[in-house]
């Protein structure tokens, strides 16, 4: 059993009851087609994402097995994908279809999602939208009971 070092105290990393994690992507800056008006329509603007994604734990990653891991990197290329390849009337539309991709894997639980739209407002930095996304206790798993 891996053993680590914690403020002084020798305890093992599996006997932990560890059961979820936060993942946080912290502003990711985009640019999209975002807006109804005329002009906002035919140029890309700026946008900065900002997601939590809460799962549960797979008890390897403890471990450090990899594998075992919610691949944060695949998820943020198919924000990225999705936003730089999208068109949106609503900064709502935007944050569910984020949502959605959040929550594809059956390990999250739960998932914020806030998107900033800088310079929407003349005298404001952003004007943003945030959406939260829970799982209903339906798609809990035995695998993680």
């Known amino acids: 059993m891996p053993v680590t070092q914690l403020h002084g105290t020798k305890r093992a990393a599996t006997a932990m009851c560890v059961t979820s ?7 990711l800056r985009l640019r999209t087609y975002i807006g109804f008006n ?3 329509r035919s140029k890309q603007q700026d946008v900065v994402i900002n997601i939590d994604i809460e799962h549960r734990l797979h008890p390897g ?5 990899v594998e075992q891991a919610l691949n944060y990197k695949n998820i ?5 994908r999705h936003v730089e390849n999208g068109r949106f009337l609503l900064l709502e539309k935007l944050a569910s279809d984020i949502l ?3 929550g594809e894997d059956e390990a999250v639980t739960r ?3 806030t998107v900033d739209k800088p310079h929407a407002l003349r005298f ?3 004007v943003s939208v945030t959406l939260t996304f ?3 206790v339906d798609t809990v798993t035995e695998e993680y009971i």
């Open 76 to 80: 943020s290329k198919a924000v990225i």
């Open 21 to 27: 994690a936060t993942i946080r992507v912290s502003n």
């Open 111 to 113: 998932a914020v999602v």
């Open 134 to 136: 829970e799982a209903s």
């Open 100 to 102: 959605a991709i959040c």
């Open 61 to 65: 990653v403890l471990d450090d097995e």
């Open 124 to 126: 404001a930095d952003s």
């Open 38 to 40: 005329l002009e906002e």
